[in-house]
């Protein structure tokens, strides 16, 4: 059994978190005190044998009773059976998924664990899939159980809710999980549970300086120290964009780097992540029923640090540096003005004519501050960016923007594969860029009248040079960083697939665009190793 309670889960006594456990076979001496949900697709739950879930089931649970209960289920586009009272269910997922949607039906995974398990009962569950789907749904399960509470009369940690999860692969690769593979699974989990965290939890709690605690902390786990400019050092190094955006909140902005730097590496990768702990929208301000949930506009940067936490951890073999542009977008009498011109660390200059239009500014900086200092050669920027992401692309996928088709395929296959779903945006910065015209600086900093979206990810590009070699993507998840209250960790399972055949773990191997690779050819693609100097990832 390899478990996991969720860093810093219990500080001060503030939070009883879940227990989540990933296992294999059933772990539970005393199995009548907990609920247990059995999940898969319809035809799935049909190739199980009796012998394979009776332990799981029994005493509550004969065999007749099971074999009824699948021949009851009709899923449009999931359903559910009570086997016994609401302690002991089996659901049937989508028994067919659109070519935009995962495999794994990851989002609809959760739905069911959140709704088919009574919710303060120790839970187990038992997913039944494919062994290329079980990445994506260990995600899913993760994602079910939030951590962050400031709820009165919670449960002591030494009385919370345990959580066991196993899952049954179908044939032809239905060998038992390995151990390691176990471990990845909680290692995954755990940092998707740390990045819903960091984003559920408010500002009063999760400043500029809290956040950086959180850096240092996982940096203290991995054994990295973090590189931190911090309050006016940023303006004294020509990081005018994160300064300009944070200098007016009572704790200062911050760029902190955390460097993963092994040898062997055949490549420098950077992320970037948007760290605004709150955004109030500046002088520009949100209103009053807009600025309410801005809290989450860290996502980018949870997902960053979540994912490098779990990359380093499964033997990441290429040079990784995650960069946390951390900011409070705050009014006061610093506050930057629309009309202000600010210098980037580009050495372009910026006319403001939206204050609520930051994010753009400070991954900018940290963007070029990858290509020039960190000489990187790929640099991936996430981030809640806009909100024309929701209209664009909605509330499941986010919006991809890169200048490489290869990596644009790679990215969908890889949202795909990990659950954290992305969709194409139109790169076009010949038509788009003159958008942010300026007759007294380089460039503004916003314009609302052609493909926002878009353009609001060009802006970043614009900084690093739109003939730069190297691959740029950037990933705006406005939208499905959270699902109704709740935070997602979305992120940190794409970029762990994405850049699975950069790490050691077979399971995050299999997630990769290359899926796994054997004897120099991969399984689900049809390419071959490259046996060039640079490791190949897609």
């Not at 012998?51 to 649970?61: A, K």
Request: aromatic share 6%; charged share 20%.
């Amino acid at each position: 059994v390899v478990g996991l309670g969720g860093r810093c889960c219990c500080e001060s006594g503030k939070m009883a978190a879940v227990q989540l456990h990933f296992c294999q076979g059933s772990v539970e001496t005393n199995q009548q005190d907990r609920a247990v949900l059995v999940v898969g697709q319809l035809a799935h739950l049909h190739q199980l044998a009796w012998d394979q879930v009776r332990d799981t089931l029994q005493p509550r649970v004969n065999e007749e009773t099971w074999k009824t209960a699948l021949k009851s289920l009709k899923p449009n586009p999931t359903d559910t059976c009570p086997l016994w009272l609401n302690v002991a269910t089996v659901a049937a997922l989508p028994s067919k998924v659109s070519r935009h949607n995962t495999p794994s039906s990851a989002h609809f995974l959760t739905r069911l664990v959140r709704t088919c398990l009574p919710g303060k009962a120790n839970q187990h569950v038992v997913v039944v899939c494919e062994r290329t789907s079980v990445f994506a749904s260990a995600c899913a399960i993760a994602r079910a159980f939030p951590l962050f509470s400031r709820c009165s009369g919670q449960s002591t940690p030494s009385e919370s809710q345990k959580v066991t999860a196993e899952f049954l692969c179908l044939a032809p690769d239905n060998e038992p999980l390995s151990t390691a593979t176990l471990m990845c699974l909680s290692s995954v989990a755990e940092s998707i549970r740390l990045a819903s965290r960091i984003v559920d939890t408010p500002c009063n709690e999760m400043n500029t300086d809290d956040f950086l605690q959180e850096i240092k902390a996982v940096g203290s786990e991995v054994g990295v120290v973090p590189v931190i400019i911090r309050g006016e050092d940023l303006l004294k190094k020509g990081f005018g964009g994160i300064y300009g955006v944070g200098k007016a909140a009572e704790s200062p902005p911050v760029l902190a780097v955390l460097s993963h730097t092994p040898e062997g590496a055949t490549q420098t990768i950077a992320w970037i992540g948007k760290g605004i702990v709150y955004d109030t929208g500046g002088l520009t301000i949100k209103g009053k029923t807009l600025m309410p949930g801005m809290k989450r506009d860290c996502a980018g940067a949870a997902a960053v640090l979540g994912a490098f936490r779990a990359a380093v951890k499964q033997g990441f073999k290429e040079n990784l540096h995650a960069v946390f542009c951390l900011a409070e977008n705050a009014i006061g009498p610093k506050a930057t003005r629309p009309d202000d011109i600010h210098q980037l660390y580009s050495g372009k200059t910026v006319e403001i004519n939206n204050t609520d239009a930051e994010g753009r500014l400070v991954l900018a900086d940290g963007a070029v501050y990858a290509s020039k200092d960190l000489k990187a050669d790929i640099i991936l920027d996430i981030a809640t960016l806009t909100g024309a992401q929701g209209i664009v692309t909605g509330r499941y996928h986010a919006a991809l923007l890169t200048n490489s088709e290869e990596w644009e395929r790679a990215c969908v296959k890889a949202g795909r594969n990990s659950g954290d779903l992305v969709q194409p945006l139109v790169f076009a910065p010949e038509l788009h860029f003159s958008e942010f015209s300026s007759a007294m600086a380089d460039m503004k900093n916003f314009d609302r009248s052609n493909a926002q979206c878009s353009c609001a990810g060009l802006f970043i590009g614009a900084h690093i040079g739109f003939n730069w070699s190297g691959v740029w993507i950037h990933v705006d998840m406005a939208y499905p960083a959270y699902s109704g209250e709740r935070a997602t960790g979305y992120g940190v399972a794409l970029l762990l697939a994405l850049f699975g055949q950069a790490t050691d773990d077979t399971l995050l191997q299999l997630a990769s665009p290359l899926g796994s690779v054997v004897d120099g050819h991969t399984e689900n693609s049809g390419l071959t190793i490259n046996t060039l100097k640079r490791r190949r990832l897609v």
